[in-house]
């Protein structure tokens, strides 16, 4: 079966085409990562000590992480993919993102070890990030800048492994630019935005200890 994805010569023995629609695939994403957001919003705003900006940034880590586990997680421990008959929305998910970037079809080495490592380093600290921030707990800051510095580290060797292999994996300027930029921009913003007022909140706390300090002395 011949597949969509460039580079045309790209073998993928065994190739099942997407039997679900795009419009449905990204439907169900963006309902499902809705609710996660709306749970996590909703139960937040229970306890009138978390700030909206905390309440955010609950609904972001709870998204990122549920991601990172099991839309990462799979295509990381799911090497045929591409070979799915059956119609699961996980393996048909990717196959429609290699339109953006065929390197997942292809497994390419680098992606299948950032996301790898993405899934299993990264995801069950992002839901303990969630668990941080509820609680007031003290080591919050440090691990989300932490984890934004994971993030950002991983989405820019994502990019720039494309760039030094010529950039040519899309099958069209749409799904460039939808698939390939647009839905990893995310990755560089909220990030850095978050590793930016962690630094920051650290910062201060160890200069108002450090005065605390010489007041004493």
């Excluded at 905390?54 to 799911?78: K, N, P, Q, V």
């Excluded at 080495?109 to 995801?123: F, K, Q, R």
């Excluded at 991983?154 to 069209?172: C, H, M, Q």
Aim: glycine share 6%; charged share 15%; aromatic share 18%.
């Amino acid at each position: 079966m011949e597949h969509p994805y460039v580079p045309r010569d790209l073998q993928l023995p065994g190739y099942v085409p997407v039997s679900l629609s795009e419009s449905t695939i990204l439907t169900v994403y963006g309902l499902s990562s809705l609710l996660v957001v709306s749970l996590v919003w909703f139960l937040s705003g229970r306890s009138r000590n978390i700030s909206k900006l905390d309440r955010l940034l609950m609904c972001w880590w709870a998204f990122t992480g549920l991601t990172h586990l099991i839309l990462e997680g799979y295509f990381a421990f799911s090497p045929e993919f591409y070979k799915d008959k059956t119609g699961f929305y996980l393996a048909e998910v990717w196959k429609e993102y290699s339109k953006g970037d065929s390197r997942y079809a292809g497994r390419d080495s680098a992606i299948v070890a950032v996301e790898g490592m993405t899934s299993v380093l990264e995801g069950p600290p992002c839901l303990l990030a969630v668990y941080a921030i509820a609680k007031g707990k003290g080591y919050s800051y440090i691990l989300q800048f932490a984890i934004s510095l994971g993030q950002l580290y991983g989405t820019f060797v994502y990019f720039i492994t494309a760039y030094l292999e010529g950039d040519n994996f899309s099958a069209s300027p749409f799904y460039y630019y939808a698939y390939y930029v647009l839905a990893n921009s995310f990755w560089l913003l909220i990030p850095s935005l978050i590793a930016i007022r962690c630094w920051k909140k650290i910062s201060s706390a160890v200069q108002s200890q450090s005065q605390k300090k010489n007041k004493i002395r």
